[in-house]
């Protein structure tokens, strides 16, 4: 079973609420972990590599960047600004805080352009997110819960961290497949200069 499945949040409270927070911990590494092991065998020119998404689109994007497809730079830098943002708003909501808005931070992708700074991004995304996670109380707040959207479903502490995780794992399909692009762009350079 994938880390997707596994982290994607049952329709019924009570489902949802069994999650301990060992299990969340576990499976933030586990997303983190994958990470690693695919960008392992990158060099540094494959983080910058631009690869060929046809279906690239981001309504969030700045101007002129709405359908740029994205860098191995750019994909961990919005992974893990995006699950830190639902690990700390669920830190507040399991500490009885009302949720506020969004608490998003996302470092700069264009500064990201090596495998040591994805590794230490991704190291420093896993350190922040477990002690978000450890911030809990011993009695987390679970039913301090908030519409996530109109007419969206409720959102508590469990299901934050759950959105955060099921978001890694939708990017790290897209990271196999950038590191795959690279990779061929690489084999081909090889076989022209030959």
């Given at each position: 079973?994938?880390?997707?499945?596994?982290?994607?949040?049952?329709?019924?409270r009570?489902?949802?609420?069994?999650?301990?927070?060992?299990?969340?911990?576990?499976?933030?590494?586990?997303?983190?972990?994958?990470?690693?092991?695919?960008?392992?065998?990158?060099?540094?020119?494959?983080?910058?590599f631009?690869?060929?998404?046809?279906?690239?689109?981001?309504?969030?994007?700045?101007?002129?960047?709405?359908?740029?497809?994205?860098?191995?730079?750019?994909?961990?830098?919005?992974?893990?600004?995006?699950a830190?943002e639902?690990?700390?708003?669920?830190?507040?909501?399991?500490r009885?805080?009302?949720?506020?808005?969004?608490?998003?931070?996302?470092?700069?992708?264009r500064?990201?352009?090596?495998?040591?700074?994805?590794?230490?991004?991704?190291?420093?995304?896993?350190?922040?997110?477990?002690?978000?996670?450890s911030?809990?109380?011993?009695?987390?707040?679970?039913?301090?819960?908030?519409?996530?959207w109109?007419?969206?479903?409720?959102?508590?502490?469990?299901?934050?961290?759950?959105?955060?995780?099921?978001h890694?794992a939708?990017?790290?399909?897209?990271?196999?497949?950038?590191?795959?692009?690279?990779?061929?762009?690489?084999?081909?350079?090889?076989?022209?200069?030959?």
């Open positions: 079973m994938s880390i997707a499945d596994r982290a994607t949040p049952d329709t019924t009570d489902a949802t609420y069994a999650l301990r927070l060992d299990e969340l911990r576990a499976l933030t590494s586990e997303g983190i972990d994958l990470a690693l092991k695919l960008i392992r065998t990158c060099i540094d020119e494959d983080i910058t631009i690869p060929i998404d046809p279906h690239a689109h981001d309504d969030a994007a700045g101007e002129g960047e709405a359908s740029i497809a994205w860098t191995l730079g750019h994909i961990i830098a919005h992974m893990t600004a995006s830190e639902h690990t700390t708003i669920a830190a507040e909501l399991a009885g805080v009302e949720y506020h808005g969004r608490s998003r931070y996302e470092v700069p992708w500064a990201i352009t090596t495998v040591a700074q994805c590794r230490a991004r991704l190291e420093e995304s896993r350190r922040m997110r477990l002690a978000s996670l911030a809990w109380p011993d009695e987390p707040h679970l039913d301090n819960i908030h519409l996530a109109e007419d969206g479903p409720l959102y508590g502490p469990i299901q934050h961290v759950l959105l955060g995780l099921r890694d939708a990017h790290l399909e897209q990271i196999r497949d950038v590191v795959q692009q690279a990779r061929e762009y690489r084999q081909g350079q090889r076989r022209r200069r030959k």
